[in-house]
């Protein structure tokens, strides 16, 4: 926990200064877990402060300040998945043209002109990004949870208030999804890299 | 071949993920941050309050009108002669009848020809 009990048995009884402080303390995290959810970095602080302002109109019906977190991380994934519901947008680019692309970054890299760091990053964002495109945003939201937030199952089963069972299910399903849309950008690759020599 | 593909698959896979993670840009919060939150809250507020207000409104209209209605139901005149006054088999004798005086049969008529052609004129 990142902040007292009191704090937020404070602010359940409608003590702003008290809010106040609850957001700043989880302000940091719940920007980076949008960040990964919904990967798009102009959004993320607008549905930051969604979070918040649900939290603020809903924090009298959490029963216990212990769950807390769980609490926060609910209304987040229910933001998440707000936001990505209204912009679901087709991807600009196919995973059949990410070898153009990643020559094309290459091409770049080599210029010079832009960090090498900076264009791996850019290239993960934009690959993993795709690949969760080939789920729904709430398997999308599942799987990053799990595989990048490393939330553990009992995390998610108070997160969602489902199953262990029922989540492993849902996981395995998503997760062999992505794979399977991995594999076919992997050939995409060796079969435009075969045809470029 | 293929099982072995995707077993190279999952660990690259992971490794993906795991990158993805440092790979995402975070924003840092503005300064107009809390300013931003603060006012939504207060937007909210006065939606809900301006909502409460008018349901509040409507409620205590239609509280008015069901008292107005009851009172004028209790000291108004009670109707001397009341429509439904009859009993049940009172309404069901006079149906029974209705249908006995509404019973017709069917009236058979010679036509004036024949009789002229059967020859009970001549």
Redesign the interface.
Known sequence: MLVEFDLIKKAQGGDAAAFNQVVLAYRRKTLGTIARLIGRPEDVEDVAQEVFLRLYFSLDQLRAPEGFEAWLYRLTVNAAYDHLRKHRRRAETRVADLSEQQMTMADAAASTTVDRDELRKRQVRETVDELLSSVSPEDRILLTLKEVEGLSLKDLEKVYGANENALKVRLFRARQRVLKAFHGSEKGTQKAGVGSE | MLYE??SD??Q???Q??A?????????E??AG??P??WQ??EA?QSTSWFFRKVSGWFVAASAAATAVLALALLMGPSPANPIYAETYVDALAADHASDYSLYTEPVHVDRVADFSAGGILE
């Open positions: 593909n995707f698959n999952e690259r896979l992971d993906l993920f990158e993805y993670r440092d790979a995402c840009i975070v924003p919060p503005g941050f809390m931003a939150l939504k809250i909210r």
